[in-house]
């Protein structure tokens, strides 16, 4: 019999499914018993994604809670928002960890999630046992929890470029821009005109100005780190290529410091985290040098005539931002090190 944890993933056949997939198929603690598609279930897995034929052979099963509680421990949802509120409680009363990568659960204040999601918000005593589960700045929670509600990609790339500053109460609260671009596949898998190839290709597209649905989310974690009310100026944009996150960030200093003060304040904030690597000054990521990872880069520039601190911020969407973090996620849930099975290079070029 096998002592690894069994791992049930719903919502298989999109990216994320997939990403999961492709991480924890290498996970040494970690064994995936089924695969899980409400649209498609008895087809092999692999006529989707021939990418995994002969190495993962198994057919989709459908959405039965009891069948899945049997096969499996833990129970990641990698769905479209909505569908969680109503499958995480079930799940959960069954006895399963749940790590949740949509954005059902991730905010507390259910009139927020209602306004900039467009649904019906989840039950307050289901949110209330939802950790949020951004490893880097609220990990401690995580051990040994039930539910994780896993970042969103954004919002990850965001608030990891923010947090030193915001914990310190370094920058003026009511100063901060983010102008984010995004690779497609953040999309999903699913078909539209924005990202139909003659519409993204060779452009450049602003979209959601002012209302993404991420940023209720880095404000909540912002909030949180600087213990007071933040809103932020966030702008998502994408870019014509697969993967990648780069959040550029503005933000006013509150009073001068030295871009190396500010580089040490990085440095030591982040020191002993696996996954978050400080750039020396003058140098600064791009979304390539952490494709496939689970990293996220940062570079800083302060600009000395107008006391603005610049922040780059990149990581993979699909890794760190979503998939990956889920691992790191269930690797901190169950006392393991946050690396086991996402300790790999970027792949690169």
């Known amino acids: 019999m096998s002592m690894k944890l069994r791992a049930a993933i719903v919502g298989s056949t999109g990216y994320g499914g997939v990403e999961l997939i492709r991480l924890l198929l290498t996970h040494p603690n970690v064994e995936i018993t089924s695969v899980i598609s409400s649209s498609t279930a008895g087809v092999p897995i692999a006529d989707g994604y021939p990418h995994l034929n002969q190495i993962l052979t198994e057919n989709l099963d459908g959405i039965d809670i009891e069948q899945i509680a049997a096969k499996a ?65 609220f990990g401690d929670e995580v051990p040994g929890a039930q539910f994780i509600s896993n970042p969103g990609c954004y ?73 007071e009310e933040v809103t932020v100026t966030f702008t998502t944009h994408l870019v014509p290529m697969t993967r990648g996150i780069m959040s550029t960030i503005y933000v006013n200093l509150n009073q001068t410091r030295s871009e190396q003060e500010i580089h040490d304040l990085f440095s030591s904030y982040y020191e002993g985290r696996a996954f978050v690597r400080v750039r020396k000054l003058g140098k600064y990521p791009g979304t390539k040098e952490v494709t496939g990872s689970n990293y996220c880069d940062i570079g800083l520039s302060l600009d000395a005539r107008t006391g603005r601190l610049t922040i780059v911020s990149v990581i993979d969407n699909m890794v760190k931002g979503a998939a990956g973090q889920a691992v790191q996620n269930l690797n901190i849930m169950m006392g393991w090190d946050e690396s086991t099975g996402l300790a790999f290079t970027p792949v690169y070029p």
């Open 73 to 137: 421990d833990v129970v990641f949802l990698a769905t479209p928002h909505g569908v969680s509120i109503d499958l995480s409680p079930k799940l959960l009363d069954a006895g399963l960890k749940v790590i949740d990568l949509s954005g059902d659960f991730r905010l507390k204040d259910t009139a927020a999630y209602e306004q900039w999601y467009k649904h019906k918000p989840a039950d307050p005593a289901y949110l209330e046992k939802a950790v949020y589960g951004l490893c880097e700045l």
């Open 155 to 227: 919002p990850t790339a965001s608030i990891l470029g923010l947090a030193p500053l915001a914990a310190k109460r370094w920058i003026d609260l009511k100063s901060i821009i983010i102008d984010a671009k995004s690779g497609v596949s953040g999309a999903g898998r699913g078909l539209s005109q924005t990202v139909h190839y003659a519409e993204i290709n060779e452009n450049l597209l602003a979209y959601k100005v002012n209302r993404h649905q991420h940023t209720p989310e880095i404000e909540q974690a912002i909030s949180r780190l600087a213990d």
